[in-house]
């Protein structure tokens, strides 16, 4: 099944591709960031 549902792992600003960079392996705390605009986001679980 292929859903045109936006990327969550793309810019929601420029919609580019983010990288990701894991800061906390074992609290799952992963940085996306957009090299095109300069978004940071963090997740970590709830
Ligand atoms: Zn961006």
């Known amino acids: 099944?292929?859903?045109?549902a936006p990327?969550?792992?793309?810019?929601p600003t420029c919609g580019?591709?983010?990288t990701f960079e894991i800061?906390?392996?074992e609290r799952f705390l992963v940085a996306w960031s957009c090299v095109?605009?300069?978004l940071?986001?963090?997740t970590e679980p709830g």
């Open 1 to 4: 099944m292929t859903a045109a």
């Open 7 to 11: 990327d969550p792992r793309s810019c």
């Open 16 to 18: 580019d591709a983010l």
């Open 23 to 25: 800061l906390d392996d």
């Open 36 to 38: 095109t605009c300069g």
């Open 40 to 42: 940071i986001r963090t």
